[in-house]
């Protein structure tokens, strides 16, 4: 059953069966909910829900459901922006390289020559400081969120780059493709349903 | 043949195993507290301390060239759906190297995500 003093974390990673904080914790207060239809939600407390669970009243610093729905809204902000800093990056990264003519990789003076109208065009450089708040966004995301629950959600990017060749580019997308596009929205939905992060702050 | 399969292993495996150790960096450096940039730079700046980042950025780095040089005699619509496997050795790796609970409902996810994918990359 529940410890004491314990954050929600910890509960999360312990994942004890059969420990209705536990469930409390993934379902965001829905035994409190069940058992307790006149307790107001913002009132409800997880010293509340451990007493229904263990019989005992522990200290615990806030409100378990406070830190469930800051830890998705942060998770959900990062992830946001990954899936639309990559394929916007990348975007701008493949425009900038059709204006800026022939690409030549040899002999070294003409990759050169390359590199710098690459590096010259306002284009590249907006699609490269894309790409860096993608890689920022994951890395953050994965600060607080499970690497099984951030990348199959980052899968969402293709939907994104799908809607990006449509109304940018003015391309035609296959039937096939908007069909995978609606099975891997479909997966994230799963994965959205389980909890952000089941493991510990620090290693 | 043997090459092939390799830089197949290179690529799914090595590739999502420096994601992996990126994402075990950042669970070691500490948790986002609030989405400020000053405080997503703070911590940025602080996970580059932490030597997990640097095994996963070469990582990274190796899978990245071993998928160009895969191309070279590959066909990319051999190559990226095959890639999608990432997704499967991103939930197997979850669970043994960085402890998560990976529950049969992510899985699913996990599962319906690769195909999505796989159909999206034929589709192009």
Not at chain 1, 22 to 38: H, M
Not at chain 1, 162 to 184: C, K
Not at chain 2, 57 to 81: D, G, I, Q, R, T
């Given at each position: 059953?529940?410890?004491?003093?314990?954050?929600?974390?910890?509960?999360?990673?312990?994942?004890?069966?059969?420990?209705?904080?536990?469930?409390?914790?993934?379902?965001?207060?829905?035994?409190?909910?069940?058992?307790?239809?006149?307790a107001?939600?913002?009132?409800?407390e997880?010293?509340?829900?451990?007493?229904?669970?263990?019989?005992?009243?522990?200290a615990?610093?806030?409100?378990?459901?406070?830190?469930?729905?800051?830890?998705?809204?942060?998770?959900?902000?990062?992830?946001?922006?990954?899936?639309?800093?990559?394929?916007?990056?990348?975007?701008?990264?493949?425009?900038?390289?059709?204006?800026?003519?022939?690409?030549?990789?040899?002999?070294?003076?003409?990759?050169?020559?390359?590199?710098?109208?690459?590096?010259?065009?306002?284009t590249?450089?907006?699609?490269?400081?894309?790409?860096?708040?993608?890689?920022?966004?994951?890395?953050?995301?994965?600060?607080?969120?499970?690497?099984?629950y951030?990348?199959?959600?980052?899968?969402?990017?293709?939907?994104?780059?799908?809607?990006?060749?449509?109304?940018?580019?003015?391309?035609?997308?296959?039937?096939?493709?908007?069909?995978?596009?609606?099975?891997?929205?479909?997966?994230?939905?799963?994965v959205?349903?389980?909890?952000?992060?089941?493991?510990?702050?620090?290693? | 043949?043997?090459?092939?399969?390799?830089?197949?292993?290179?690529?799914?495996?090595?590739?999502?195993?420096?994601?992996?150790?990126?994402?075990?960096?950042?669970?070691?450096?500490?948790?986002?507290?609030?989405?400020?940039?000053?405080?997503?730079?703070?911590?940025?700046?602080?996970?580059?301390?932490?030597?997990?980042?640097?095994?996963?950025?070469?990582?990274?780095?190796?899978?990245?060239?071993?998928?160009?040089?895969?191309?070279?005699?590959?066909?990319?619509?051999?190559?990226?759906?095959?890639?999608?496997?990432?997704?499967?050795?991103?939930?197997?790796?979850?669970?043994?190297?960085?402890?998560?609970?990976?529950?049969?409902?992510?899985?699913?996810?996990?599962?319906?995500?690769?195909?999505?994918?796989?159909?999206?990359?034929?589709?192009?």
């Amino acid at each position: 059953m529940c410890e004491t003093n314990y954050s929600a974390h910890d509960v999360l990673a312990r994942d004890p069966p059969n420990c209705l904080f536990t469930k409390l914790s993934y379902a965001q207060l829905w035994v409190c909910r069940e058992r307790v239809p006149s307790a107001p939600t913002r009132a409800v407390e997880a010293r509340l829900s451990c007493t229904m669970a263990t019989g005992a009243a522990p200290a615990v610093a806030r409100p378990l459901y406070l830190m469930d729905t800051r830890l998705r809204l942060k998770t959900y902000v990062l992830i946001a922006v990954m899936i639309v800093a990559n394929p916007v990056g990348t975007l701008l990264i493949a425009k900038g390289m059709k204006h800026i003519g022939d690409v030549k990789f040899w002999p070294l003076p003409a990759l050169l020559e390359v590199f710098g109208r690459a590096f010259g065009t306002l284009t590249i450089w907006a699609g490269i400081a894309c790409l860096i708040t993608f890689i920022a966004a994951n890395m953050l995301a994965l600060s607080m969120a499970d690497y099984s629950y951030v990348q199959p959600a980052a899968a969402l990017g293709y939907g994104v780059t799908a809607v990006l060749a449509v109304f940018v580019l003015g391309e035609s997308v296959s039937p096939l493709r908007w069909a995978g596009i609606a099975v891997i929205c479909l997966g994230v939905s799963f994965v959205r349903n389980t909890h952000p992060r089941t493991t510990e702050g620090r290693r | 043949m043997m090459l092939e399969a390799l830089l197949f292993v290179m690529v799914i495996v090595v590739g999502t195993g420096g994601e992996m150790c990126l994402a075990r960096a950042m669970k070691q450096t500490g948790e986002l507290e609030r989405l400020r940039p000053s405080a997503a730079i703070k911590l940025l700046g602080r996970a580059l301390r932490v030597k997990w980042i640097w095994i996963g950025v070469a990582m990274m780095a190796s899978a990245f060239f071993s998928l160009l040089l895969l191309l070279s005699f590959e066909a990319l619509s051999f190559v990226v759906p095959v890639s999608a496997l990432n997704y499967l050795v991103g939930g197997l790796g979850s669970m043994f190297f960085l402890g998560e609970h990976v529950s049969w409902q992510r899985w699913i996810g996990i599962g319906l995500v690769c195909i999505g994918v796989t159909m999206v990359v034929i589709a192009k």
